[in-house]
């Protein structure tokens, strides 16, 4: 069982910046692909990004967003730059079965990213 808390989510005025942070629990960080997904009010939940427990990263919004995380911490991260009011969303960290897959295992209860125009 991972349990995941998200945080850092807020009211940003377009073109700004925000950093979601997610917390994990659990021995095994270190072991598991991390995604952030996000969900627009009335639109389908989307893959964002991922990171595998070895660095390698993906993401579906190249040039603004930024996975990482710091297994240490047991922490996944994702810096958003140039911040759009389409990025409006509710964002959820989850864990990935594999590298390359796109259905969370565990989510997190997600963070509100509101971005005003």
């Known amino acids: 069982q991972v349990q995941l808390v998200e945080s850092g989510g807020g009211l940003v005025q377009a073109g700004g910046s925000l950093r979601l942070s997610c917390a994990a629990s659990g021995r095994t960080f270190s072991s598991y692909v991390m995604g952030w997904f996000r969900q627009a009010p009335g639109k389908e939940r989307e893959f964002v990004a991922a990171v595998s427990g070895s660095g390698a990263l993906t993401t579906s919004v190249k040039g603004r967003f930024t996975i990482s995380r710091d297994n240490a911490k047991n922490t996944v991260y994702l810096q958003m730059n140039s911040l759009k009011p389409e990025d409006t969303a509710v964002y959820y960290c989850?864990?990935?079965?594999?590298?390359?897959?796109?259905?969370?295992?565990?989510w997190g209860q997600g963070t509100q990213v509101t971005v005003s125009s």
């Open positions: 989850a864990t990935l079965a594999a590298w390359g897959s796109r259905v969370g295992d565990y």
